[in-house]
């Protein structure tokens, strides 16, 4: 009968969910929203499709994001999403539960862990594992967790950055913080309103970030067309804006991810510093990828930073491996109902 378990592993963000099946591979990356009606409190769209309406809806449309900060701010929410993409992710003719391994941010409390595997197995799940993301996504970055050497991990999503020194298989030291993609994206929002006068919307500054964003200030800067709606006339206008006014925008943000990254170095044992040194620091998730951030945590730590090939996917990755491989992973997994 097991034979027939299928096994996804989910990597359930603030700001994407994705799916992964062994053998597969990743079979779904959908943005993590739900749209709402809002006299019978029906879901109306879940994923992509949610997320086109952000912004643009009707008033009687709530464009919903159930995860804030990488845990569950709506439980009823959270399931139905999850349920649709366990459905999605196994299509309509299977028949069997499957073994679903979510992944959560290190600082989780056991009741928002708890809240997750309940989620998992309301959602359709036979088993439900939870994992930390630190972990995971070093798995996933093909980092060899289990050695006694001191490997540290900066997982930067959309809600939080994860901040852990991995050795001998488990964290040693680690750190939670609430700054990450999303924050980054405000400060953006923000300094335009500020600089320019202009009100712009989460998807202008994402692009922003995304476009010309850099984290540390640059000879030839990249320049992009802004849109939005004037403060004071209240009509559509556009303007310029170049990279190193959006690096001025986002310090304070950097500094906490930067600042996150030093308070778990200060409180590494020296023998796993001397390996962070040797090893460097490892950085994934999909923010990570803002141009030149390895550069800026070099010059605020000394210590090399390098970004993990395909960094936006290595949590999910890792949730395949480790489903693959459970008992090798033992002591990390936790819980099981």
Not at 236 to 242: A, H, N, V
Request: proline residues 4%.
């Amino acid at each position: 009968m097991g034979f027939f378990t299928p096994k996804l592993g989910i990597d359930l963000g603030t700001a994407n969910t994705l799916v992964y099946v062994p053998g597969r591979g990743i079979v779904l990356n959908e943005p993590s929203v739900v749209a709402i009606s809002e006299q019978d409190n029906k879901i109306l769209a879940v994923g992509n499709e949610a997320k086109q309406m952000i912004g643009r809806t009707p008033e009687s449309i709530i464009a919903y994001r159930p995860m804030q900060d990488g845990v569950i701010a709506d439980y009823r929410v959270t399931e139905a999403m999850l349920s649709y993409y366990i459905q999605k992710a196994l299509g309509k003719w299977n028949f069997f539960k499957p073994e679903v391994m979510v992944s959560v941010p290190a600082g989780v409390t056991s009741t928002e862990r708890r809240a997750v595997i309940e989620a998992a197995i309301k959602a359709g799940a036979k088993n439900a594992y939870v994992v930390k993301e630190p972990i995971l996504s070093a798995i996933g970055a093909g980092i060899p967790i289990h050695e006694a050497q001191g490997r540290m991990i900066v997982d930067i999503g959309g809600g939080t950055t994860d901040v852990a020194v991995i050795s001998l298989g488990g964290i040693v030291s680690c750190t939670s913080v609430k700054c990450a993609g999303n924050r980054i994206d405000y400060a953006i929002t923000d300094y335009i309103k500020k600089t320019f006068n202009l009100a712009i919307g989460d998807k202008t500054a994402e692009q922003i970030k995304i476009k010309i964003g850099s984290a540390v200030l640059l000879d030839e800067e990249l320049e992009m067309t802004i849109k939005g709606r004037d403060f004071l006339t209240g009509l559509p206008r556009s303007t310029e804006i170049k990279t190193n006014e959006i690096v001025k925008a986002i310090n304070k943000e950097l500094r906490d991810i930067v600042k996150a990254i030093k308070d778990v170095l200060q409180e590494t044992p020296p023998e796993l510093s001397s390996d962070i040194i040797d090893n460097g620091i490892m950085m994934t998730g999909g923010s990570s990828q803002l141009r030149n951030l390895p550069e800026l945590v070099y010059r605020r730590t000394g210590v090399k930073a390098n970004l993990a090939k395909d960094s936006l996917y290595c949590v999910v990755k890792g949730t395949g491996i480790a489903l693959n491989h459970l008992d090798t992973y033992k002591k990390s997994i936790i819980s099981k109902r």
